[in-house]
């Protein structure tokens, strides 16, 4: 790089703080004209606001933003697209009823006479297709498009909107590794003709595999910047995770195998509304005192599979196989069965209900909370004071909307409920998302006590860490299927990601 | 009885005409991503404010431009809070909607000093075309003869919106708009005017609709006198989803309902089947809807609203 | 609302019910309707007093007690399934059917004293729940919107009722659209020696207050509040989201049968065709409960509000030549106002939480999500 190109963008002292937490704090972040530019860190490093700051969508409390050398003003992200910033988001935004040159065209429309080209838009999709290997169909509607070729159009989508600087956040995390590598393909075409990429992303492989240089975000600072051909694994997970390297180890003692299972699946397929095989053939078991983990790609299966498990979508007339709890079918919801989703706004909390009536959900029918015909609201009351002093949930009142509660207190509160029913088994997704490091320890130890209780543990989490800690043995899916089952102790990232990625047996 | 015989089929265009033209009003909200549930208060309203200008200006053409002009402004009462302040638009359609009934019912006694229903020989309705001397010509005569201009409009617009949506740079911006509104803010596009403008055209729609209900159909304004059409209209564009034409066709099977109501009470029925018909017609027309989407499915269908 | 002579008054209680969505909302729905009733040469300073005189002076009082029976049955008969979420539209319908079950049951299946009130009433009860009932598979199933078909099988049902009190049920020579009077035996005997109150008070008093008791304190009324607050968390609890749409479809559908049950039994003791639905209870009592946004205990307060006004606004069409629909009109803009009242102050709450990172608070988009 010639010393006197300006870089295509940079980001200057950028500081964000949201209420009591500090997103960013004080980030420099330089990208050079053609290179693919890593953004790296663990979840809640600060990587989404520091993009968002960068796309117009937050505005920073201080800092600067200079594109080609000079300062700009991003209001919106319409700014942003205006001075050739292009971002393709995790939740993709796309318009599902329209066609693909529909969706790459709208709001910077080609118009003949007033009329709307879509003859123009098919060879625009065409044209940017062929000169970066995007294939799309123009006359698709989105909504029938596979996951790979949506993330196709939100990419042309930018680049129609001639984007010099294209930000990708978490993009391979709903990618087969197949639709990944198509992607890496894309993204150095795109730079050979000079434009910027940004990748966000926590994973290492791909950083290696793709970038040119690192920068590594912890705690909304910047810890490490890095030449990639001059850097190593090791160096960037120490940035990422400082000393402490991962989550303490929570063995258990082996559930003997005889036993019975607590919660057995029996060759499982579930089919979605168009009769496509979401779960095909999953067999698996897990017994009282064990915690099974469950590791995949998003989109593997592992939704349906929990839906099937909580009884929330119990297998119906075109799907196959059974799952049962301690024997007998699950049918419907099953109070033996607790549930942390990791929805936690859309399915585990009412927003606008009081805590007390958060935490009792559930367990409404229990004879501890009824008085005569009715639900007595003082042991409603009681249940919750004892939840809250015992699980340490900040709270004003136990009477005021769960919404008044910060998002890693409604999290507490989620799992004081679950885990506090003793329930035979316990199914549970992503229980440290969102939540920072101190309650992350309380929140293993949590699960570990329930196992050791003699509680049976699924446990789905995206965080192998998370898994290699508390797992006894750790079932990796792909496409639907269990590809391998792995003992917690002898888990590795590597032997994990191989199987993640359908490549292992 | 032949249900293609000419006055049938003349009947069937008569009853489904002003319904078309509210539900073409409910598909663009429906296409921007605003539930539309105030077309009945609207269509009503447009009925009264075109007898009213009719009346005041002994001219039928001046009735139905006021009675556009100012059912788009009544549409505000929905626009300003559904949009604007992000109320519930279906509860401010049920309040919109009650107050346009009492508000026509209120001015109708300050204005036109009755109560119940207003006709007079003085009140100019809109021509037909058989005026305009379509009467005598063979097969299409009988049809469109005793029909107003209006019921000619009709199809154009219904084709005119579906042409807009697909082949203009504002109708595919609406359509995204309605797909998802964060993204397409993102792009630059200004959801909340594009909503305006919308839920606005409903109004102008249904004030067309009212006209011809009440200076096209008949000659008179009556409390109440929507008896329901709006509502129909919402079922139709919950039918025919965002495709103007499927909107049209689910409003003719309303038309054809109320013509072979019609028919009954002639063939000896007593009135009160006539004014059930279209209901039930309507009503087994989304039974089936919905149980051929499940069939589809199996699971739940997508008539909800958005 | 308990008057306890020994409470202090909590002025800041006070300042926080004053500033409430509903007491705002009467409040901007009066001041708009004062300001527009000069143009159509009305006389605020008259229209109101004849208002108020219409519905609680002397000797009207007990009229408007008597309308707010109906309007109280058919205010529940909208709020228990608003409580899941749901829009009962149909109360007309559901009414005038409830009606004509117990004009039937009292005119061919005559019982003894005492329970010849009991089983027509009982009767139009379980005819409204039908009815209304009929929407919840429509809804659970085929996922047609409540508000839509309670609304499509109630104009019919009206003209049903109709139909069958105009001839096979109609009084035999006299032309007149109206069932014979019904034996003496079923009569609702008349509270006091008033010409209008009915047991129907007491009787639509309990019931309400039943109602306040189960959605406030038992599990049933838990689960529809969940439910209601957010589908998918009732759903994970373990709550049979779909059967409870029956339960308070048909429940509300009941209040509505009842309703029209104790109409036709009370004075003048039949069925006249009309005489159920021209009153209007069904939307007077749906702004009644909108007003209430959401506090139970508030409907009975908003439905005698709205009685009033609705009652009132006779008396001032009488007193002060005022057209009564001007009450419609108040209500349709309480309705509105409320409506946006309601999410200004739902806005302003999450406002004032502490901030959460980006996107925790927006909707998700929908598109290109994995399924």
Known sequence: ?505 | MNILEPAFVAAVLTAAAPVILAALGGLLCSVSGVFNMALEGQLLWGAFTAVVLSHLTGSAWWGVAGAVTATALYAAVLSVPAVTFRADPVVVAVGANLLALGLTAFLMREILGVGGTYTSPGLDGLPTLAEAGLGGVPVIGPVLGPQSPLVLVTPVLVAAAAWWLRHTRSGLRLRGIGEHPEAAGSLGLRVGPYRHGAVLAAGALCGLAGAQLALGNVTLFSEGMSAGRGWVAVVAVMLGGTRPYRVAAACLLFGAAEAFGFRLQGAGLPQQAADAAPYVITLLALVAAGAASRRRHAARPRLEAP | MSANAGDRVDARRVARALASPAVLAVAGALALTTLVMPLAGVDPARAYPALLDGALGPGNLEYTIAAFVPTLGMALAFAIPFRTGEFNLGGDGQMALGGVAAAALALYAPLPAGIAVVVPLAAAALTGALVAGISAPLRTRLGIPAIVSTLLVSTPAVALASYLVRFPMAEPGTGIAQTPPLPEAAHLPALGGSGYLTIGLPVVAALTAAWLYADARTVLGYEIRATGANREFARYGGVAVDRLAVVTLAGGGAFAGLVGGLIVLGPPFRFVDGALTAPGYTFTAIAAVLLATGRPPAVPLTVALVTILQVGGQGMEREAGVPSQLTQIIQGLVIVIVAVLATVRARTRTRTRAGEPAGTAGRPGEAGTPA
Request: glycine share 12%; charged share 25%; proline share 5%.
């Open chain 1, 1 to 505: 790089m010639p010393a006197e190109t300006p870089p295509a963008a940079e980001l200057v002292g950028i500081t964000k703080r949201f209420g009591p937490v500090l997103a960013n704090d004080g980030v420099d972040l330089s990208i050079a004209r053609g290179e693919i530019h890593a953004l790296v860190g663990e979840n809640g490093a600060g990587k989404s606001t520091l993009m968002s700051v960068l796309y117009g969508l937050h505005r920073p409390d201080s800092g600067r933003i200079l594109r080609n050398g000079s300062p700009v003003r991003l209001r919106s992200p319409a700014d942003a697209i205006a001075h050739g910033l292009g971002m393709v988001h995790q939740r993709f935004r796309l318009f599902p009823g329209l066609t693909v040159a529909e969706n790459v065209v709208i709001g910077a429309e080609p118009t003949r006479r007033g009329v709307l080209d879509l003859a123009a838009a098919r060879e625009e999709v065409e044209r940017l297709g062929e000169l970066y290997g995007l294939r799309a169909d123009p006359s698709a509607v989105v909504r029938d498009l596979p996951i790979g070729v949506r993330q196709r159009v939100e990419i042309l989508k930018a680049l129609h909107r001639r984007a010099e600087v294209l930000i990708l956040d978490e993009p391979t995390a709903v990618l087969t590794p197949g639709e990944a590598a198509r992607l890496f393909e894309v993204l150095r075409a795109v730079t050979r003709a000079g434009l910027s990429v940004v990748l966000v992303t926590h994973r290492l492989g791909e950083v290696l595999a793709v970038g040119d240089r690192v920068t590594v975000l912890r705690g909304g600072r910047v810890t490490g910047r890095f030449t990639v051909a001059e850097t190593t694994a090791d160096e960037l997970v120490v940035a990422m995770i400082g000393r402490s390297a991962s989550p303490a180890r929570h063995p258990g003692r082996r559930a003997a195998a005889g036993t019975p299972y607590a919660l057995e699946v029996r060759e499982l397929t579930v089919r979605d509304r168009d009769g496509v095989a979401r779960l095909s053939g999953v067999s698996f078991g897990v017994r009282a005192g064990e915690i099974v983990g469950v590791a995949g790609v998003a989109g593997s299966g592992q939704r349906e599979l929990v839906d099937a498990v909580t009884g929330l979508h119990p297998p119906g007339p075109r799907d196959a196989g059974a799952v049962l709890l301690s024997g007998r079918p699950v049918l419907r919801r099953e109070a033996a069965v607790a549930y942390v989703p990791e929805d936690r706004h859309g399915r585990a909390t009412a927003a606008d209900m009081s805590l007390a009536e958060n935490l009792v959900m559930g367990d409404q029918r229990s004879p501890g909370l009824r008085r005569g015909p009715g639900l007595s609201a003082a042991a409603v009351r009681d249940r919750a004071r004892e939840l809250v002093g015992r699980f340490a949930i900040r709270a004003a009142s136990v009477d005021a909307p769960i919404s008044t509660l910060s998002g890693g207190n409604a999290q507490k509160a989620v799992l004081a409920r679950e885990l506090s029913r003793r329930t035979p088994v316990i199914v549970i997704e992503e229980p440290t998302q969102g939540v920072d490091v101190g309650a992350q320890e309380q929140i293993h130890a949590l699960l570990a006590e329930a196992r050791d209780r003699g509680q049976a543990v699924l446990l789905q989490s995206s965080e192998l860490g998370e898994l290699r800690a508390l797992a006894d043995r750790i079932l990796v899916m792909y496409g639907g299927r269990i590809v391998a089952q792995i003992p917690g102790d002898e888990a590795t990232d590597e032997r994990l990601g191989a199987a993640m990625a359908g490549t292992a047996a």
